[in-house]
């Protein structure tokens, strides 16, 4: 009994903090966005320091009609929204926040966040295919385009981290970590993010969106609630991103007092991690369709094999 009850209780809080954290860096990407740019409306809605919202973006989407195009496939149109956010609670399960602090400790936790986060991808091209719309399905092509180039250096990336570490388990990628990671790994770490912002269409990656061409790609014909859980699948995805980083290279919950608070280092580097996802939205322009490939195969790939070489030279000597 008391096994199923202490299951229950790490499910419980791994669902309120996959409630929580996106909606944290959502409100985050509205305040610095705010900051950067000299924004107004997220700055003074409804007083103190524009806490109103992300209240107001959500009563706005439940109020909006839900729509769907005559010419759509109903079934998968109303099934990509959840295809592409559930998968992001699966990965939370295993992103440990201390030594026994997770929901659910896997030998193979690696490799299962990197395939379940894959998953996540699917929900916005079947979105662009069954919305029966030419510039969905342009967006989807491009992403699927982006998710081929982009997928290999991040899985490499991580491979580095896990045969630096001798393991696949997450907790035992962050109890080997070393403070000598932060300048050996940090190839495997840039690659690692870079990569996964192009996973998740961030900007500068967002051509699969690339409003001024495609009015907003796979989810031009999605609005109300359904559009919602695609930006909030957007933002789960910036949390899991972020808190796989620290867990692979910024050693997860190890710091001063990390016996002690070592969550809350967690959540630290995690937020650290994400308002640099923010910032480079801000600083940084779109890349046309040639320099996103040329960067993922001439850059990327590169650098990350020469990442692995480097770590099997390190972990035999």
């Known amino acids: 009994m008391a096994d199923v ?25 509205h305040k610095v966005m705010a900051h ?11 007083g103190f320091h524009g806490w109103a919202q992300l209240v107001a973006d959500g009563v706005k989407f439940v109020q909006k009609e839900d729509v769907v195009p005559a010419a759509a496939d109903r079934r998968i149109f109303a099934l990509a929204p ?11 399960v295993v992103i440990p926040l201390g030594p026994t602090v997770v929901g659910v400790d896997l030998d193979l936790g690696l490799f299962f966040a990197l395939a379940v986060m894959s998953v996540g991808v699917l929900g916005t091209l079947m979105g662009a295919w069954a919305s029966a719309n030419k510039y969905s399905l342009l967006g989807g092509l491009r992403l699927a385009v982006q998710l081929m180039s982009y997928e290999l250096p991040m899985v490499l990336a991580a491979v ?5 570490a001798g393991t696949l388990s997450l907790i035992g990628i962050v109890g080997a970590w070393e403070w000598s990671w932060l300048l050996w790994q940090l190839p495997a770490l840039v690659v690692f993010v870079v990569a ?10 967002d051509m699969p969106l690339a409003d001024g061409e495609l009015v907003f790609g796979p989810y031009t014909e999605y609005g109300g609630i359904r559009f919602a859980m695609f930006l909030l699948a957007e933002y789960a995805g910036i ?62 790939v590169p650098l990350a094999l020469a990442q692995l070489a480097l770590t099997t030279v390190v972990v035999l000597l």
């Open 5 to 29: 009850l202490e299951i229950l209780l790490r499910c419980v809080l791994v669902l309120v903090a996959f409630l929580t954290l996106p909606l944290l860096v959502g409100q985050m990407e």
């Open 36 to 46: 950067m740019q000299s924004r107004v409306g997220p700055m003074y809605a409804g």
């Open 82 to 92: 959840a295809v592409a956010l559930v998968p992001y609670l699966a990965v939370f």
């Open 160 to 164: 580095s981290a896990a045969m630096a």
């Open 196 to 205: 996964g912002l192009a996973e998740l269409q961030r900007p500068p990656f």
């Open 239 to 300: 949390v899991v991103l972020a808190a796989l980083t620290t867990t692979l290279f910024l050693g997860g919950w190890r710091g001063p007092a990390s016996d002690e608070i070592g969550w809350l280092w967690v959540l630290v580097k995690t937020f650290v991690v994400a308002f640099g996802v923010v910032w480079a939205r801000v600083a940084w322009p779109r890349l046309r369709e040639d320099q996103l490939n040329a960067l993922a195969w001439k850059v990327l």
